[in-house]
């Protein structure tokens, strides 16, 4: 067995531009990996088997696919023809908006070539828009569907508590509530999201304070509407200490930005086992052989 890990991320800044003819949305984002990370090992085998372990729920680790409609499947299809067995440990909230099967499918990817000692024949894109990122890692602007990644600098580490939900979100359903929300609404994003300078900067500088006024997301409105609920997460995580707190991604785990490791484990308190503690940014995927 050849074992690969890759991580899961979050999307500090994230501006949805308007429905594309290929049904995908032209974005910018700003990604940061974070030290959550996936694991899997391939090996060659008779028949298709998918092991699944790891410190999430019980709940959300029976939530993920054991056959073929698995990414690590298709990112092992991109090298090989060969029947692969895999084991995935997972660190990374299911249906989460944190790109776990992205992380799945990078470490799949990586391994499998090492495995069979060829690349890829295909781009990692064909897998996911945050593949890409989940291979690189550290922190990224991406523009286009999120495929165009420019790394950026970041001065000082970022503490960073995640509050799973176990009712996931569809990520297909989130863009088409923004799209609803914004017709009702007569707004008219621009085709082409700007990059946020600001943020890019504050980065760079390691002001955290800046970090966390300028975090947005344009998919949480939607993401509210469809599990209103998710303002109230928001709203405790405000109250105890978080710097700011966003849905991530899609969602619907929410992603609070803390002072320190201090106010970190103030924030977890507030929410028991729901809350998962960590730090960005993380290197992308590695083979841990």
Request: overall charge negative; hydrophobic content about 45%; aromatic content about 4%.
């Amino acid at each position: 067995m050849i074992y690969a890990s890759a991580p899961g991320k979050i999307n500090l800044y994230f501006a949805v531009g308007p429905k594309l003819e290929n049904g995908y949305h032209e974005v910018c984002s700003i990604y940061l990996a974070l030290n959550l990370r996936e694991t899997v090992g391939v090996r060659f085998a008779d028949e298709l088997a998918i092991d699944v372990d790891g410190s999430i729920s019980e709940d959300q680790l029976r939530a993920v696919p054991k056959d073929e409609s698995n990414l690590v499947v298709r990112a092992s299809q991109l090298v090989t023809e060969e029947i692969i067995a895999y084991e995935i440990t997972k660190q990374v909230p299911v249906a989460g908006g944190m790109g776990g099967g992205s992380a799945d499918a990078a470490a799949a990817l990586l391994a499998t070539e090492a495995l069979v000692g060829s690349r890829a024949l295909s781009d990692a894109l064909t897998l996911g828009a945050d593949v890409p990122f989940a291979l690189m890692g550290g922190v990224a602007l991406g523009t286009g569907v999120g495929e165009n990644l420019v790394p950026l600098k970041m001065k000082s580490e970022l503490h960073i508590v995640l509050i799973a939900n176990e009712g996931g979100l569809a990520t297909p359903a989130v863009y088409q509530r923004l799209d609803e929300l914004r017709e009702s609404a007569n707004l008219v994003p621009e085709f082409n999201p700007p990059s946020p300078t600001e943020l890019i900067a504050a980065l760079e500088m390691g002001d955290l304070n800046n970090v966390a006024r300028l975090a947005h997301n344009d998919l949480q409105w939607a993401a509210l509407n469809l599990k209103p609920e998710l303002q109230n997460v928001i709203d405790q995580a405000l109250a105890a200490g978080a710097l700011s707190a966003h849905v991530s991604g899609s969602g619907p785990t929410v992603f609070a930005i803390a002072k320190d490791a201090e106010s970190a484990a103030a924030i977890a308190s507030r929410f028991g086992k729901s809350a998962i503690i960590t730090t960005g940014p993380s290197f992308g995927a590695r083979l841990e052989n």
